[in-house]
């Protein structure tokens, strides 16, 4: 028994001496557990959303109040033109837009009858619908009011209109989002370990001697993964339109500009990782756990960002694939221009000029 302890003692000293396995031991469970507490929700909360009040009644006010003190709406301005509402749109600023029409509660006490006009974002079907459900609710509520009030029958109407995915197709959120999640996992796996092979089977030492200069060397090891990547985006775009009719309404060169873009940031983390990684299980395992959870977490495909904690939507800027799905969306299903997307395409530009030129100086030109 006493030997047993002792090992038991020996075993723990290696565990509390080891900072990377109390990482794994007590970091892992509880990021885990904020992530998935805080991001992980299908209830969706303040939602940027417009108001246009042509009206400007006790009616229309009311309905604004309780709409605001919801809590799953954010009214960011009132827009008088349909133009802005539509500018806004394309912006991303906002996720619905809801309009009174003149004479709102007129119409509710002569006709006993009135409408409203809905407008959301369609490009995000699971949102679109739950944020219509959410003012569909409101006005219900509303609407008892008054009947109980005015002991007479009432109905307000509301005119739900779906932009850019009038069908609510799935296809329209869950194709770029696999884009973005694909070529980030796979580029950045794949180079991972590109470097760390030529270590682990001793073929370095004839590459740092060769006349080829490290630049060169990790450039050759990026090209093939940035080929076949493109290809693999190629047969991604088919699939897309002709089996899953997604719509692609921009301009096909500037998504493969942008996807490009992607790409090299996702190969430049994979060559970091490779840099200062000693083998292949260890590179692979950064690269697959590090990089699934946030991209799955924080693209905003799967889980919308504006439903997480500040602290979290400030962690999601970091993360490639967020900005590279809102340009996907823009380009595809908006069919909008560079003009909409640039200040998105700045920051992976940023990005993969940032993880290059740290690639290049993590790079050991002599061996220990």
């Not at 089977?201 to 060769?210: A, D, H, I, P």
Request: hydrophobic letters at 50%; proline letters at 5%.
């Amino acid at each position: 028994m006493n030997q047993l302890l002792s090992f038991v003692k020996k075993e723990f000293y290696h565990v509390f001496r080891d900072r990377k396995t109390l990482l794994m031991l007590f970091g892992m469970p509880i990021a885990q557990i904020l992530l998935f507490g805080f991001a992980l929700t299908n209830e969706i909360k303040n939602s940027t959303i417009v108001v246009v009040d042509y009206a400007k009644d006790e009616a229309s006010q009311r309905i604004i109040d309780q709409i605001e003190a919801s809590g799953s709406f954010e009214i960011k301005k009132a827009l008088l033109s349909p133009d802005k509402i539509e500018a806004s749109f394309q912006e991303g600023d906002i996720k619905m837009a809801v309009v009174f029409p003149e004479n709102f509660n007129q119409d509710l006490l002569r006709l006993n009858k009135a409408q409203i006009q809905v407008i959301a974002d369609g490009s995000d079907p699971n949102t679109a619908s739950t944020l219509t459900t959410y003012i569909n609710n409101i006005v219900g509520s509303y609407q008892t009011e008054l009947m109980q009030q005015r002991a007479m029958p009432l109905q307000i109407i509301p005119e739900i209109r779906m932009l850019y995915n009038p069908e609510l197709k799935g296809a329209t959120n869950f194709v770029p989002g696999v884009m973005a999640l694909v070529l980030m996992i796979v580029c950045v796996m794949m180079t991972s370990v590109s470097i760390v092979r030529e270590k682990e089977m001793g073929t370095m030492e004839v590459l740092l001697v060769s006349p080829f200069s490290p630049v060169l060397v990790i450039i050759a090891k990026a090209i093939p993964y940035l080929v076949l990547s493109l290809i693999n985006l190629v047969v991604i775009l088919l699939m897309s339109v002709y089996l899953l009719d997604m719509p692609l309404n921009g301009s096909v060169t500037l998504l493969f500009a942008e996807s490009t873009l992607l790409i090299i940031v996702a190969l430049s983390l994979g060559l970091l990782i490779s840099n200062v990684t000693d083998s292949q299980q260890t590179a692979m395992l950064l690269s697959l756990m590090g990089m699934l959870l946030p991209v799955m977490i924080f693209t905003g495909f799967m889980f919308p960002l504006e439903n997480m904690p500040l602290p979290l939507q400030i962690v999601s800027n970091i993360i490639p694939s967020k900005w590279y799905y809102i340009i996907v969306k823009s380009i595809m299903i908006k069919g909008l221009g560079i003009e909409a997307i640039w200040k998105e395409t700045l920051i992976l530009v940023g990005m993969a000029v940032f993880l290059l030129t740290v690639s290049f100086k993590k790079f050991k030109i002599r061996l220990e």
